[in-house]
């Protein structure tokens, strides 16, 4: 097998039919999902893409900028043609779809995490795009903070009640992203002082791995009603397996390969704080970094 193929049999399936305009704008063909997602029927699949369109109109947001409804031509055999209804999606029409799709197909569980997570990225790239490299770390790590306070209230309604459950229940999390690792794994690791805060000393790719793991933990714990915490445990394990899995079949680093960064959180808090004493200017973290420390370790 060439190394082209290779590289192409680990993509996701949904990156695989991923498809890219003449001005390099990214959608899906609704007839191709249907396919990917097991469905038989044209007719089936446009059940789910209606309940799509009016969560899309539920979210305040125009149907048309996500559902480009068209027909076009396919061969049907002798060289003749026939038209057929199709829809161009958008990264975001593709979620709504898969949330609203067939929960028994094994396929659709991987859907959600696949368009969860690209959505999720491309809203923080975009929110990032206009900011410098020290404000786009502190505020992922500022969207981490934020996070894992939903988080651990998902969590305590799940079960996970006492500190020491919710230290375990953060181990399974981080177990399954660090292919087995432990917060204290890590922290070694990086070699810390025992009063150091292993999410202080992440790059940005690093924070925005665990960034995606608490959301979509999180999300899976509320969606479900997960009841108990040996069940949010298992959860939260298996979300972190997905982000995992997900970084490699992109190509990614794994998270416990990034390096060390050289300026801890708040060394760069510092900084920031000496910027913002030159003149009025948008702060990129927020000043109560001692609420509910406990979420964040």
Known sequence: MSEES????QLSPFETIRK?????SEYWSARDLARVLGYTTWRRFTNAIEKAEIACINSEQSTSDHFDHHV?????????QREIEDINLSRYACYLIIQNADPNKEIVALGQTYFAVQTRRQEVADELAQLTENQQLLFVRDQLTNQNKYLASAARQAGVIKAIDFAIFQDHGYMGLYNGEKARDIHARKDLKSNQDILDYMNRQELAANLFRASLTEEKLVKEQTPGKNEANQVHYEMGQKVRGFI???GGKMPEIHPKPKESIQELHQ????????????????EDKEDNKEVEK
């Open 6 to 9: 290779s590289e192409s049999s």
């Open 248 to 250: 490699q079949e992109v």
């Open 271 to 286: 900084k920031e704080r000496k910027r913002l004493k030159k003149g009025p200017q948008l702060e990129m973290f927020s």
């Open 72 to 80: 076009k031509k396919v061969k049907i055999g002798s060289g003749a």
């Open 20 to 24: 890219v305009k003449e001005d390099d």
